[in-house]
């Protein structure tokens, strides 16, 4: 699945350096700008003093960042270079400038430059970031090229807003971003807190774009379940408090997105957290929360396979609910 993937990725810190700005909110260097003159390059282009290759070379761009075009002189194009690099404190990079290249004027290449006007841009674009995503998740990926992925994807939706892959679009850039922030924050010492508020929270600000810009859609569905993640503990440490806790969220998340795409896994994992606090207060010797959690994880369970029969996910939460009812423990040591 891309999301499993996204997570084993072998990228750095580095990658995280994603500039926060979201789309629809007008962005300061937006002003003075010929919307039909933005546009972004699908490699890497060297920016020149002048249209000369032999010419002194200024700066770089690279996939997914942005040029406004000044003019055309075939075959080069004279560019504002990188002027997606915001100056307002929001949409600096968190750590190093890496990601953030100074803007600059110049010269590029006239080759692999789509924007708003370019025919059949919109699935140029998102079809470059497709195989971006793709050897993003692969051994040996080449570098940057998530981030990559996760801009051009971004300016499906900039450009090309109206297009019928724009939803896909927006979520898949959302979705990257989510995934490499999530990995980062996972190394960190406060990744292992059990309190969710004492590590990091994962920036929301483009998952709830989804959210506001595609209601009732199964991007919204998927970026709600994405944001679960700032409310889950880092570590249960062999208490109770935190899996009842992450039970009642997945199990009011499958309740408000009952059709949604991460339903089903939802509510099993509403079913295997309930069966582990099941273990842990047998250990606690508390009977009566021991009973009561039993009974909660078999009515989950039933309700698992009721609604989802054919995903694996009510299967397992079936073998989860018979070892519960066997006397099994379902966290920690199992064997008698």
């Not at 700066?59 to 002189?73: C, F, K, N």
């Not at 509403?270 to 009515?299: C, G, L, N, P």
């Amino acid at each position: 699945m891309r999301n499993d993937r996204l997570l084993w990725m072998g990228l750095g810190a580095a990658l995280l350096l994603l500039p926060s700005t979201v789309w629809g909110q007008k962005r300061k260097n937006d002003a003075g700008y010929d919307r039909a003159a933005r546009a972004t390059v699908l490699h890497d282009a060297n920016v020149y003093v002048s249209s000369d290759a032999d010419s002194q070379r200024v700066s770089m761009v690279a996939p997914g960042h942005e040029v406004v075009v000044v003019e055309r002189s075939a075959p080069w194009v004279k560019v504002f270079a990188n002027t997606d690099v915001q100056e307002d404190p929001e949409d600096k990079p968190e750590f190093g400038d890496d990601a953030a290249p100074t803007p600059s004027s110049g010269w590029i290449r006239d080759k692999g430059v789509v924007g708003p006007t370019t025919p059949q841009g919109d699935l140029i674009l998102y079809g470059a970031a497709a195989n971006l995503e793709d050897a993003a998740s692969r051994p040996n990926a080449p570098k940057d090229a998530a981030v990559e992925a996760q801009l051009l994807y971004r300016r499906v939706v900039d450009y090309f807003p109206q297009s019928s892959l724009a939803s896909e679009a927006a979520w898949r850039s959302a979705d990257i971003r989510w995934q490499l922030a999530k990995r980062d924050i996972s190394t960190l010492p406060s990744a292992k807190e059990q309190d969710p508020i004492l590590r990091p929270a994962i920036f929301e600000g483009e998952m709830k774009k989804i959210l506001k810009n595609y209601p009732g859609t199964k991007y919204a569905a998927m970026a709600a379940y994405e944001m679960l993640d700032n409310k889950l503990c880092g570590d249960w440490q062999g208490l109770p408090k935190c899996p009842e806790k992450e039970a009642e969220l997945y199990e009011k998340y499958a309740r408000q997105f009952p059709d949604g795409p991460r339903a089903a896994e939802a509510l099993y994992n509403a079913v295997y957290r309930t069966a582990v606090t099941v273990t842990m207060y047998t250990v606690q010797e508390d009977k009566k929360k021991a009973d009561s959690a039993t009974a909660k994880t078999q009515t989950l369970a039933a309700d698992l396979k009721a609604k989802y029969p054919q995903t694996d996910y009510a299967a397992r939460g079936a073998s989860i609910a018979y070892k519960v009812q066997q006397g099994i423990s379902i966290y920690g040591n199992d064997r008698d």
